[in-house]
């Protein structure tokens, strides 16, 4: 069963900061990985997905990376701002589940002070 | 082009009534999920549907829980009898499997039961 962990809980940085968000998984047989953001009684946004074959994926101030030998995936995010406090969860797509079925972890409250 | 639609966004009802969830994903996605979100559970995926038939039903937690998409535009996810143990955010997500399955929120129902 796969099982996917984000450490830590909960971050809180001052304005200007990069943030660094972790997320790790116990089987490395993957599709691929998506990075989300919700906001309080909020949906989740999707940010990134980094398939199986790739290293990492840019958007912006945001930056994924993977490590599938390892079982981790980090985001970054330069510069934060206020406005990019959230919560932060990884979801991956396991190989030996169902195309499109994702196990999330419990995400990493993000709290960026002006 | 608009996102993934859910009615309503909130719901109260009491112990032992029918609650019916909408969800209308985005316009030619063929993937529709439904999730279940509690403090206590984090994310969980209860059933997910490819062109309209279901292809996951392991995470509905009991009989009283039953899904449907009728059509490519539109699914339902019922809860009859409801319990107050069924309290939590429920969210559904589409995606096009050619896009690698990128998943796209809608708001979500957030379901009392009383």
């Known amino acids: 069963k796969q099982e996917v962990t984000q450490i830590p809980a909960a971050l809180s940085v001052p304005e200007g900061e990069n943030l660094v968000l972790n997320c790790s998984f116990t089987d490395s047989a993957i599709y691929n990985l998506q990075w989300f953001r919700q906001d309080p009684g909020k949906g989740l946004t999707s940010l990134l997905l980094i398939q199986s074959s790739q290293r990492e994926q840019t958007s912006g101030r945001l930056n994924a990376s993977l490590d599938k030998s390892s079982g981790r995936s980090t985001l970054y995010i330069a510069a934060s701002q206020p406005g990019d406090s959230a919560t932060y969860l990884c979801?991956?797509?396991?190989?030996?589940?169902?195309?499109?079925?994702?196990?999330f972890g419990a995400g990493t409250q993000v709290v960026v002070t002006p | 082009d608009a996102g993934v639609i859910q009615s309503p966004r909130h719901e109260v009802t009491e112990m032992g009534q029918e609650v019916t969830l909408r969800c209308k994903p985005i316009s030619g996605h063929d993937y529709l999920f439904w999730y279940r979100q509690t403090m206590m559970r984090g994310l969980e995926l209860l059933i997910y549907?490819?062109?309209?038939?279901?292809?996951?039903d392991s995470g509905m937690p009991e009989d009283r829980f039953s899904a449907k998409m009728p059509n490519a535009s539109f699914s339902t996810l019922k809860i009859q009898p409801s319990e107050p143990r069924d309290s939590a955010v429920y969210f559904c997500?589409?995606?096009?499997?050619?896009?690698?399955?990128?998943?796209?929120f809608g708001p979500g129902t957030r379901l009392t039961v009383l």
């Open positions: 549907f490819n062109n309209n038939v279901p292809i996951d």
């Open positions: 979801a991956v797509n396991r190989q030996g589940d169902s195309w499109g079925k994702l196990q």
């Open positions: 997500a589409s995606s096009l499997v050619g896009n690698y399955n990128e998943q796209f």
